[in-house]
């Protein structure tokens, strides 16, 4: 299965891949589509004085760093609800729902820290109890 690209990083590319029925939640997380491709920055905010060779907090390099922190994490955020609305759509959920919400919770809690793999695998054996 090939990567996708950021630029195909889309509920609706999403959407349209679910519905030809040869492409799963399983190929969307395998293919990459939740993948961050956002660069999480070094703490590199220390720059060297031309005239005396001391360190010194780069005040212009801080505001770059905290920059590429905010759009990492909108990024994040973004793919994170990507994932949930797609997992919905897959199992033809309706999200607004509390007890759908509440097993993806505990989907997340329990699979996160493995991946979104994990929480679609977890989340398939609730599905038969929330229906």
Same mark, same amino acid.
């Given at each position: 299965?090939?990567?996708?690209?950021?630029?195909?990083q889309t509920f609706d590319h999403?959407?349209?891949? =679910? !519905?030809?029925?040869?492409y799963d939640i399983y190929? *969307?997380?395998? #293919?990459? @589509? @939740?993948? &961050?491709?956002?660069?999480?920055?070094?703490?590199?905010?220390?720059?060297?004085?031309? %005239?005396?060779?001391?360190?010194?907090?780069?005040?212009?390099?801080?505001?770059?760093?905290?920059? !590429?922190? &905010? *759009? =990492?994490?909108?990024?994040?955020?973004? $793919?994170?609800?990507?994932? !949930?609305? *797609? $997992?919905?759509?897959?199992?033809?959920?309706?999200?607004?729902?509390?007890?759908?919400? !509440? *097993? =993806? #919770?505990? #989907?997340?809690?329990?699979? %996160?820290?493995?991946?979104?793999?994990?929480? #679609? &695998?977890?989340?398939?054996?609730?599905?038969?109890?929330?229906?």
């Amino acid at each position: 299965m090939e990567k996708v690209t950021q630029e195909e990083q889309t509920f609706d590319h999403i959407k349209k891949l =679910f !519905k030809t029925g040869r492409y799963d939640i399983y190929d *969307a997380v395998r #293919a990459g @589509f @939740f993948e &961050n491709h956002c660069e999480y920055p070094k703490r590199d905010i220390y720059s060297v004085c031309e %005239h005396c060779g001391s360190k010194y907090k780069d005040e212009k390099k801080e505001i770059e760093r905290r920059e !590429k922190i &905010n *759009a =990492f994490h909108t990024e994040e955020s973004r $793919l994170y609800t990507m994932f !949930k609305d *797609a $997992l919905f759509l897959y199992h033809d959920l309706d999200g607004s729902q509390e007890r759908v919400q !509440k *097993a =993806f #919770a505990l #989907a997340w809690d329990r699979g %996160h820290p493995s991946g979104y793999h994990e929480v #679609a &695998n977890v989340f398939e054996d609730l599905v038969d109890l929330i229906r």
